[in-house]
C-alpha cells in the first residue's frame, strides 16, 4: 500500500473537507452531428457522422461523398481539430479491432479507432507493453499518431519512433502502406499530419517488455531541475517513467517523480489501472485546488506529501493506464480546464522559464499545474514539434468560458508563444488555435512541404478541420 494507516486517515479527513465544497457532476449530453471536444469550447456543427468498423466503409465514404470530411477520435483536441462544420465526421472510435499480433517480433497491428487501454489490456497477457504513448489511455492510437504523442517515457521522443507502419486511406480512396522504407513521404506527413494526409486505418506498433517499476520522487528549489535530471535522470536506460510538476502559485517548487525498473516485490497488485473508477474524489480536489490560493496550498503541502508516502512497486502497463476522467471536473458550463505546452530546445531552460512564470503571472492565469517533461528530437515529420533534444511545459489551467475569456487567453497564449519563438522552440498544434499565422509558420517551418504534400494526396481539399482552416490555403 501507498499510504500507511495514520496517512490514510490524515488523507480521508482533507478529502471530506473538499467533499463539502463540492457539487455533483453535471454531464452535457452530447447533441445529434454536434461535434465538440473535451473542454466543450469548440462546438461544430457537420452534415451527418459515419461510425465505420470495416476499412470498406471509410473507402465509400472518402470516394462517394460529396463534400468535405472531417476525422474523430477521442476527441482530446482542445481547438477544433477533429472537424469543422459541413463534413462528413468519420468517427473512428468503433473501428477497433485488433488485427494481427507476435509476441516474439513484439508487434501488434491494430485499427486505428482503439483506445491504448484496449490495446494495453491485451498484450499485457504477454507481459509486454507499449513504447511511447501519452500518459492517459483514453487516446486512440490513430489520433495519437495524428498529432504525433509524446509522454513520460524517458529516453524516448514523439511516437512516430514506435511506429512501423501504417495503412492510410487517401482522398481518392486508393489505400496505401506507409513506412520508413514504402511511401516515405506520406508517412512523415501523416504522422503528426492532424488528418490532413487522409485517414490512417491501420497501425502497427513495436512493443516492448512489461516490467516493475518503483516510485521516486523528490522536491527542490525549481532552479535545480535541469542540472538534476541533466545527470540523474538523461540516458539512464532503467528509468522508465519520469516528469517534474511545478507548484503554483509561486512557481518556485518543483516535485520530481520517477518510475525506476526494479526487481522488488510489487506493491500493487493490479496489472491494469481500472477503467470504470468513479472520480468523485478527484472532483472534490480540483474545485478546490483551482478555486482558490489556498487550495493549491493545500496540493503542495498537503495532498501530495500524503500521496507520495511510502514506497510503490507497480508494473509498467499500471503506470500506463490512467483515465483522463480523473482530471473531469464537476461542471464545464462557467469554466473549464486546458492545456498548452511549449517545447524549448534544452539549451534554452534557463531562458524560456522565467519568460513563461513572469507571462503567467502577469495575467493571474489560474494555473493548477506545469510539467516538465523531455523529448528526443523527432525523426523527420514535416510538422515536427522536437527539431531538437527539448524540453516540453505543459500547462494546466482553469479559463472562463465567455468572450471576454477567450479573448484574455488569446493574448497570453500568444505572448507564451513569442517567448518560446524565442529560444527557437515551438508550441504543440492540438491545444486551442491561438496562434497568428506568422508564429506558425515560425514554429513549424517545414509547413509549406508538408502543404504541398496535402495539396498532392488532396487536391480537392477533402479532409479539412479547424486547423486547417486556420492556416492552409487549398
Not at 511511447?132 to 524517458?154: C, D, E, K, P, W
Not at 489556498?294 to 507520495?308: N, Q, T, V
Not at 531562458?351 to 493571474?364: A, E, G, R, T, V
Not at 516538465?372 to 479559463?399: C, P, S
Request: net charge positive.
Amino acid at each position: 500500500m501507498r499510504f500507511s494507516s495514520l496517512n490514510h486517515i490524515k488523507i480521508l479527513i482533507v478529502l471530506v473537507a473538499l467533499l463539502f465544497f463540492s457539487c455533483n457532476a453535471d454531464r452535457i449530453p452530447e447533441e445529434k452531428n454536434i461535434i465538440n471536444d473535451v473542454t466543450q469550447l469548440n462546438p461544430i456543427k457537420v452534415n451527418g457522422t459515419l461510425k465505420p468498423k470495416t476499412s470498406i466503409e471509410i473507402i465509400n465514404a472518402v470516394k462517394n461523398h460529396n463534400g468535405p470530411i472531417s476525422i474523430g477520435g477521442g476527441r482530446f483536441s482542445q481547438g477544433g481539430q477533429t472537424a469543422t462544420q459541413n463534413t462528413l465526421q468519420i468517427d473512428m472510435r468503433k473501428f477497433n479491432h485488433i488485427l494481427n499480433f507476435s509476441r516474439e517480433e513484439k508487434e501488434i497491428t491494430v485499427q486505428a479507432g482503439i483506445r491504448w487501454w484496449e490495446l494495453i489490456q491485451f498484450i499485457d497477457r504477454y507481459d509486454l507493453s507499449v513504447k511511447i504513448m501519452q500518459t492517459y489511455a483514453n487516446f486512440t492510437v490513430g489520433g495519437s499518431l495524428s498529432v504525433n504523442v509524446h509522454g513520460r517515457y524517458v529516453g524516448q521522443g514523439p511516437i512516430i519512433s514506435s511506429v512501423k507502419s501504417f495503412k492510410i486511406i487517401l482522398a481518392d480512396g486508393r489505400i496505401l502502406n506507409a513506412s520508413r522504407e514504402e511511401n516515405r513521404e506520406i508517412f512523415y506527413s501523416a504522422i503528426g499530419g492532424y488528418g490532413g494526409i487522409g485517414v490512417i486505418s491501420e497501425v502497427t506498433l513495436f512493443l516492448t517488455d512489461n516490467c516493475k517499476v518503483e516510485l521516486q520522487d523528490s522536491v527542490m528549489d525549481l532552479k535545480e531541475y535541469k542540472n538534476f535530471f541533466m545527470s540523474k535522470i538523461r540516458n539512464k536506460p532503467n528509468i522508465i517513467f519520469h516528469n517534474a510538476d511545478i507548484y503554483p502559485s509561486d512557481f518556485e517548487e518543483v516535485r520530481a517523480v520517477s518510475y525506476v525498473k526494479t526487481d522488488k516485490n510489487l506493491t500493487v497488485k493490479d496489472r491494469l489501472k481500472p477503467n470504470d473508477e468513479n472520480y468523485a474524489l478527484n472532483r472534490f480536489a480540483l474545485k478546490v485546488v483551482s478555486g482558490s490560493l489556498f487550495g493549491k496550498w493545500i496540493r503542495h503541502h498537503i495532498i501530495d506529501p500524503l500521496h507520495y508516502t511510502g514506497k510503490v512497486v507497480e508494473w509498467r502497463n499500471y503506470e500506463a493506464t490512467y483515465d483522463i476522467n480523473e482530471l473531469e471536473p464537476s461542471s464545464r458550463k462557467k469554466s473549464t480546464y486546458v492545456l498548452q505546452e511549449y517545447f524549448i530546445p534544452v539549451e534554452g531552460f534557463e531562458s524560456f522559464l522565467p519568460k513563461m512564470l513572469k507571462i503567467l503571472k502577469d495575467n493571474k492565469v489560474n494555473v493548477l499545474n506545469i510539467s516538465i517533461r523531455h523529448a528526443n528530437i523527432d525523426e523527420g515529420t514535416y510538422l515536427a514539434w522536437a527539431k531538437k533534444e527539448a524540453f516540453a511545459f505543459v500547462i494546466y489551467y482553469k479559463q472562463g468560458v465567455s468572450l471576454e475569456d477567450k479573448t484574455w487567453v488569446k493574448k497570453w497564449t500568444r505572448s507564451l508563444i513569442d517567448a518560446s519563438l524565442a529560444e527557437n522552440g515551438s508550441y504543440y498544434l492540438p491545444y486551442q488555435i491561438q496562434a497568428t499565422k506568422f508564429q506558425f509558420e515560425r514554429a513549424y517551418p517545414n509547413y509549406e512541404l508538408f502543404f504541398s504534400l496535402k495539396r498532392k494526396y488532396d487536391p480537392e481539399y477533402k479532409f479539412r478541420n479547424k486547423l486547417f482552416d486556420a492556416y492552409y490555403i487549398p
